[in-house]
T-cell receptor, first 112, second 116 residues
Framework: DQQVKQNSPSLSVQEGRISILNCDYTNSMFDYFLWYKKYPAEGPTFLISISSIKDKNEDGRFTVFLNKSAKHLSLHIVPSQPGDSAVYFCAASSSGTYKYIFGTGTRLKVLA | GAVVSQHPSWVICKSGTSVKIECRSL??????MFWYRQFPKQSLMLMAT?????????EQGVEKDKFLINHASLTLSTLTVTSAHPEDSSFYICSAPSRVRHNEQFFGPGTRLTVL
């Protein structure tokens, strides 16, 4: 039972354009969501997070949107840069626990 | 930011042998650490929660006798894959929670295990 899903395994975007990565979850107990970026043979690095009390969080070129009613979140990268090319994982957790449930990842390729 | 290291970064072993992977928090103390496993093109799956001074908590389906976890100090957790078999070949990643940013974890660089 995949509680966190990223339905697009890959995405290609032209440099300078917007990248939109999507994530859906099924467990209504999740109240904290994070996006991590991962390069091959490396551990994930934290990008941005959002609490369920918000519907948007912005940090530089990265913005995460949360739609609780749809159990959907998305990561927007504007403008996309070639260095953004990596696998992006969304993760969800519940209050009082550090346990993450990860999505399956989306491989983003930003074309120069 | 905080740094979590893992050693070794990659290991190749024969079937039936045991392999120990170390996870260290380099500039902060971690009473809890997490061990994940990632198969090719799949998600990171939480295997267990390592607790300093007490037994690890294993996720459903993870054999605790096969994946031995020891959290001997506030900066070190070890995962031992006992009697490794080719199906244990995977990418093992540890993490430690941030004490500053709520719910954030710092991940190690991972260990690639290949069992022949």
């Amino acid at each position: 039972d995949q509680q966190v899903k990223q339905n697009s395994p890959s995405l290609s975007v032209q440099e300078g354009r917007i990248s939109i990565l999507n994530c859906d979850y099924t467990n209504s107990m999740f109240d904290y969501f994070l996006w991590y970026k991962k390069y091959p043979a490396e551990g994930p690095t934290f990008l941005i997070s959002i609490s369920s009390i918000k519907d948007k969080n912005e940090d530089g070129r990265f913005t995460v949107f949360l739609n609780k009613s749809a159990k959907h979140l998305s990561l927007h990268i504007v403008p996309s840069q070639p260095g953004d090319s990596a696998v992006y994982f969304c993760a969800a957790s519940s209050s009082g626990t550090y346990k993450y449930i990860f999505g399956t990842g989306t491989r983003l390729k930003v074309l120069a | 930011g905080a740094v979590v290291s893992q050693h070794p970064s990659w290991v190749i072993c024969k079937s039936g042998t045991s392999v120990k992977i170390e996870c260290r928090s380099l500039d902060f103390q971690a009473t809890t650490m997490f061990w994940y496993r990632q198969f090719p093109k799949q998600s990171l799956m939480l295997m267990a929660t390592s607790n300093e001074g007490s037994k690890a908590t294993y996720e459903q389906g993870v054999e605790k006798d096969k994946f031995l976890i020891n959290h001997a100090s506030l900066t070190l957790s070890t995962l031992t894959v006992t009697s490794a078999h080719p199906e244990d070949s995977s990418f093992y990643i540890c993490s430690a929670p941030s004490r500053v940013r709520h719910n954030e974890q710092f991940f190690g660089p991972g260990t690639r295990l290949t069992v022949l």
